[in-house]
C-alpha cells in the first residue's frame, strides 16, 4: 500500500518517480542530503526534527533507535536511491550532513554512509563532502579521522560569542571553542570551513554581535553564514517570548545587524554570493547550497528529510522508528510527496536564484515581472548592470527587503 499523504500525494511503496522527473536527472547536479536527528539537548529556539535520548525511548521503557544502528539505516535509504534512479544516475556532486548533530555519529559511520553514496552512485572528482558540527562534539582526532572519510568541508555552528546569548539561545558549547575548533579543521586537512552565525537574540547588544562577528572573522574560516534568529512557534524560545521573559526580535535592529554583517564582512574579503552567505573564494562558496539555489536534484536521507527530484518533492516520515521501520519492511520511507506544476516551479526559481549573487534570468519573468524589474533598478533595489546583462539581481539594499522583491517579481 502506498504511505499515507499529509498535504501532498500518496508515494508508492517502491518510491518510484514519475517518469517525466526521471526524464530531467542528468541535466542538473545531484546531490545528497543526509539528515541525522539525534542530539544531546535541543536548544530553545530550534524547530528541527531532531530527538533526544530520552525521546526515543518507547513508553515500556525500551529504546526503540539507536545512533549505532543509524549509519545502516542511512546506507538503506541509499540503496533505495540507487534502484529508484536506475538508469538515469549521473555522479553524485555534493554530500551534505546535517542534523541534528551529526557528529554524535562516530566519523566512520558518516563515512560508511558517504562510501555507500559513493559505491552506488561514484562521485565526482570534485565533490564536496560537508558535515555540520557541534563544537563541543568533535576532537582533533575525530576531524582527522572525518577528513579520512573523505569529507571535504566541516560547519561548525558557532551562533555567538557572548556567553549570555548563547544562554538563552541554549547552545552548550563554550565561547572560544568553535574557532579553537576552525584551528584543529585546518590542521586536519580541511582547505574549507564555515562558522554558523545567528544575530538578532533577545538580549543581544550591537556590541555583542560586532564581537561575534570579529571573533568569527579572526578564526580565519573561509565561510560565513549569517542568520537572523526566527522564533518559531512550538519552540522554547517562542514559549519564553509569549510570556513576556524574552522580547522578540525588532526588524530594524535585524536590518541593522545585517548591514553589520556585511560591512565586517567585507572589510574581510568575503563577499555574499547569497543572501546570508559570505565566501572569501569561488572556491569556498557552498556548492551543495548552490546546488538548492540554482534547480538541481538532491535526495534526502533519514527521518523528516526532503528530497526533489525533476520537479517532484517528497519528504519521509519523521520519527526514526517509524523510518526505520519502513525500510526494514523494504519500503520507502516517504510520507507523501508532490509534484510541481511548470508555473509553481517558475516561482520556486525566482524565490531561490534572486538570493544568489548573480541573481536570476529576466527570461524567468512574465510581462508584469519584466516591468516591476524595471521599477526596482529604478528603487535602487536591484543591479542596474546585472539587469543589463539579463539578470535580477539584487543590491545591498535589495537584500533587506529580499522578500518583497519577490512578490513584485512573481
Known sequence: MPSVALDGEPVPDTGVLPARSLAEVGDRPLGFYVHVPFCVTRCG????????????????????????????????????????????????????????????????????????????????????????????????????????????????????????????????????????????????????????????????????????????????????????????????????????????????????????????????????YEVSNWSRTPEGRSAHNMLYWTGGHWWGVGPGAHSHVGGTRWWNVKHPAAYAARLAARRSPAQAREVLTDEERRFERVLLELRVERGCPLELLDAAGLAAAERLVGEGLLDPDAHTRGFAALTRRGRLLADAVVRDLT
Not at 579521522?145 to 569529507?151: D, E, I, Q, V
Not at 555583542?208 to 542568520?227: M, Q
Not at 513576556?244 to 526588524?251: F, R, S, V
Open 45 to 272: 529556539y530550534c524547530d528541527f526534527n531532531t530527538y533526544t535520548a530520552d525521546e526515543l525511548v518507547s513508553r515500556d521503557g525500551t529504546t526503540t533507535v539507536s545512533r549505532e544502528t543509524y549509519a545502516e539505516q542511512a546506507v538503506a535509504e541509499v540503496d533505495l536511491a540507487h534502484t529508484v534512479l536506475a538508469g538515469a544516475r549521473p555522479r553524485v556532486s555534493t554530500v551534505f550532513v546535517g542534523g541534528g548533530t551529526p557528529t554524535l555519529l562516530s566519523a566512520e559511520d558518516l563515512g560508511s554512509v558517504l562510501a555507500a553514496i559513493d559505491d552506488r552512485f561514484g562521485l565526482t572528482p570534485d565533490a564536496e563532502v560537508t558535515t555540520e558540527a557541534n563544537p563541543e562534539t568533535v576532537t582533533p582526532d575525530y576531524l582527522r579521522r572525518l577528513r579520512a572519510a573523505g569529507f571535504t568541508r566541516v560547519s561548525f555552528g558557532m551562533q555567538s560569542a557572548r556567553p549570555h546569548v548563547l544562554r538563552v539561545l541554549e547552545r552548550g558549547h563554550t565561547p572560544g571553542r568553535p574557532e579553537q575548533c576552525v584551528t584543529w579543521a585546518r590542521e586536519a586537512g580541511f582547505e574549507h570551513v564555515n562558522l554558523d552565525l545567528i544575530y538578532g537574540t533577545p538580549g543581544e547588544s550591537d556590541d555583542d554581535w560586532a564581537a561575534s562577528l570579529a571573533a568569527a572573522i579572526g578564526a580565519g574560516p573561509d565561510h560565513v553564514s549569517a542568520y537572523s534568529l526566527i522564533v518559531e512557534e512550538g519552540t522554547r524560545l517562542a514559549a519564553r517570548v509569549r510570556r513576556g521573559e524574552l522580547t522578540a526580535p525588532d526588524d530594524d535592529v535585524m536590518a541593522d545587524r545585517y548591514l553589520m554583517a556585511d560591512e565586517a564582512l567585507a572589510a574581510a574579503g568575503y563577499t555574499p
